[in-house]
């Protein structure tokens, strides 16, 4: 019988099927192998059940002899198409003799990075309450949800239950807006400065300086109760009047995590920012942006807590700001001081100055949007060039091991040699403060802006502090480091005005709060909004 083989035909070209072979319709399409993850298994099989029952158990064996080996080609393949390879401890030897380095243990800390960007996130979606009386707030504001317990917050005022939501803005609106400003012209200054001592750049870490007390006081006068602004006002020299301290606090306020309030005074076609006695404005926070910041407690002895930590870095601000000037030198601006009646009264006061500045907010030249504020300078330094003005603030530390430390470093081990990352931690903890004070330095016009680094001398005891350092900064320069944009700060001022522009009137006296503006007959025909977080 003839038998015949078929055609056979080589492909030499390459692996795979020979062209001549392959239907029209798969022409020119490159021909894939095997995947590793592909089983190769058998066209036909002839064994029989018990054969594959034995086949299996030894696999199984031997899967577990070699279980050290990988399949370099093909998932469970055939041996005839896979490639195996097995480590050979026997041919393996160490040519270095020395021990292998320890490797250092790491731990995660309660408040790590693992959930801060889910933190932010819920924060700018919760502070979105504004009322009348505008504004948003943070009752709940969550730390980590993992670590920490939940935070309650009590608004900064009460809201009547007949209050009317009449605008709701949401941060993440406010952070979009932007507004080019001029840098403000001087108006009006007054007061004296000292100069600045400048032995305090010189202060390392080791050597620390104590902080001294001071009994010296200043005054924190609202808008409507200066009177050097009641003139500006008469005079018609803008349409809107607010000080740095508050002005900032808005410019900043997608920051904020802590809850807020403004009053607002409309008189006629003019505006008035407005503070209330005792409000935040007054204090300065310790670690609010901290992914763990401080928790109230109901030990009224906790020296940790907010209200605590904020009473002493307010303190520390006030007595560092008198300590490192030099007395013996001053510098007198063209007026006196507006809030001091008598000569007695002056050697009581902190050295300041004040300067009216105004900055024109209109988009276009129909309109009339300018505003005067009243701003601060601390000290001053004599320069080649002229004198250089500064702002003096300090920054605080209590325990970098306690809870609400938000991770920060040891400064006495850390601030000479690592200062960078120092001033790095502080910026994340306390990025609303910083970005405040950057924002009136930059109103102020300051060249300068002091930082001082204060520290407890025991972390048991809030009641003495010594000097570890100080660094100087450009206010703009700063402001760039910390990603802040005072354009933005311009738009959401712009934006709140043109909202209490067009709000209908509200009867005198609803926010019953203590009296912000002591000129009654002022206020015949006013009309009053509370810009409240």
């Known amino acids: 019988m003839n038998f015949q083989l078929p055609e056979i035909i080589d492909n030499e070209n390459g692996w795979g099927p020979s062209p001549a072979m392959l239907p029209e319709k798969f022409r020119d399409i490159p021909y894939a192998p095997y995947s590793k993850a592909d089983k190769l298994g058998r066209i036909a099989d002839w064994t029989t059940p018990e054969q594959k029952e034995k086949e299996a158990t030894g696999r199984q064996r031997q899967n577990y002899r070699y279980r050290d080996q990988y399949t370099a080609y093909g998932h469970g393949a055939s041996s005839a198409f896979s490639y195996t390879h097995a480590e050979d401890e026997a041919t393996f030897s160490v040519v270095d003799n020395r021990s292998p380095a320890q490797k250092k243990a790491s731990y995660r800390t309660p408040g790590s990075n693992k959930n801060r960007g889910g933190i932010r996130n819920q924060q700018r979606q919760q502070r979105n309450n504004q009322y009348q009386r505008l504004g948003t707030n943070n009752r709940n504001m969550p730390g980590n949800k993992n670590n920490n317990p939940q935070r309650t917050r009590d608004a900064s005022v009460n ?14 609106r406010l952070s979009k807006l932007n507004l080019e400003v001029d840098d403000g012209d001087d108006v009006s200054s007054h007061g004296f400065l000292y100069h600045y001592d400048k032995s305090y750049d010189r202060i390392p870490a080791k050597t620390e300086k104590p902080l001294l007390p001071s009994e010296r006081v200043r005054y924190f006068i609202s808008t409507s109760k200066d009177p ?4 500006l006002s008469r005079d018609d020299e803008a349409v809107v009047f607010a000080t740095d301290t508050i002005l900032s606090l808005l410019m900043c306020s997608p ?3 802590y809850p807020w309030d403004i009053v607002i005074n409309r008189m006629g076609n003019k505006l008035f920012f407005d503070k209330r006695s005792n409000g935040v404005y007054d204090y300065i926070t310790v670690n609010e942006n901290a992914a763990d910041p401080p928790i109230e407690s109901a030990d009224k002895d906790n020296i940790n807590s907010p209200n605590a930590l904020s009473l002493e870095a307010t303190d520390i601000n006030h007595f560092f700001a008198m300590q490192v000037v030099n007395e013996t030198k001053r510098h007198e601006f063209e007026k006196p001081n507006p809030f001091v009646n008598s000569t007695e009264e002056i050697e009581y006061m902190a050295p300041c100055a004040y300067r009216y500045r105004r900055f024109d907010l209109s988009i276009n030249e129909e309109e009339n949007v300018t505003m005067i504020v009243r701003t601060q300078l601390d000290s001053v330094v004599e320069q080649p060039n002229g004198n250089s003005f500064l702002t003096i603030k300090a920054l605080n530390e209590f325990d970098s091991r306690a ?25 994340k903890n306390n990025s ?8 009136q330095s930059i109103l102020a016009g300051a060249d300068q802006m002091k930082l001082g680094y204060v520290s407890r001398v025991n972390p048991k005891d809030n009641n003495r502090h010594v000097i570890l350092g100080t660094q100087s900064s450009k206010p703009r320069e700063f402001a760039a480091q910390m990603n802040l944009s005072v354009s933005n ?10 909202i209490c522009m067009k709000l209908p009137e509200v009867p005198q006296n609803t926010f019953d709060v203590e009296e912000v503006i002591d000129d009654v007959d002022d206020l015949e025909n006013d009309e009053e909004d509370v810009v409240e977080k």
Not at 228 to 231: D, F, V
Not at 432 to 439: E, G, Q, S
Request: glycine fraction near 10%.
């Open 159 to 172: 809201v009547g239950p007949e209050w009317k939501v009449l605008e709701e803005i949401e941060f993440n």
């Open 228 to 231: 050097i602004i009641k003139q």
């Open 255 to 257: 920051r904020s995590v």
């Open 403 to 427: 809870q609400g430390s938000g991770g920060s470093l040891d400064w006495r081990h850390k601030l000479d040699t690592q200062r960078g990352a120092v001033v790095a931690t502080e910026m």
């Open 432 to 439: 609303f403060k910083l970005a405040r004070w950057a924002v």
């Open 489 to 498: 700060g311009w738009g959401i001022v712009r934006t709140i005005i043109d």
